[in-house]
């Protein structure tokens, strides 16, 4: 069974950076997209960065575009997103997600399950 552990959130100011991380279990890592999604208060879960498995292919929501980089250490089984130039409406729980297919080409992801989260909170 895949379990997600992510961690790095916390209380910022607008401007500030974060940096999250995602450790993964249960699968082989090195074999699937991985992405970072969020779900702000009152809105829906919104994808916000996906990484391909060989980590050559990234892709992000026009929101984070320039300010948030996703990364992978497949020797770590770990996922992390760098937040930079943080704004108010960044603020939401960020979870990582796993692919349900290996080797998918393009850098997108249809989640397997999810993590407890971590919760971001950017303040004005």
């Known amino acids: 069974q895949v379990q997600l552990v992510e961690s790095g959130g916390g209380l910022v100011q607008a401007g500030g950076s974060l940096n999250l991380s995602c450790a993964v279990s249960?699968?082989?890592?090195?074999?699937?997209?991985m992405g970072w999604f969020r779900r702000a208060p009152g809105k829906e879960r919104e994808s916000v960065a996906v990484?391909?498995?060989?980590?050559?292919?990234?892709s992000y929501a026009d929101s984070v575009k320039g300010r948030f980089i996703i990364s992978r250490d497949n020797a770590k089984n770990m996922l992390y997103l760098q937040m930079n130039s943080l704004k108010p409406e960044d603020t939401a729980v960020y979870y990582c997600?796993?692919?349900?297919?290996?080797?998918?080409?393009?850098?997108?992801?249809?989640?397997?399950?999810w993590g407890q989260g971590t919760q971001v909170t950017v303040s004005s």
């Open positions: 997600a796993i692919d349900r297919q290996t080797f998918r080409g393009k850098p997108e992801i249809n989640p397997n399950g």
């Open positions: 249960g699968r082989i890592f090195s074999q699937y997209n």
């Open positions: 990484i391909g498995w060989t980590s050559r292919v990234t």
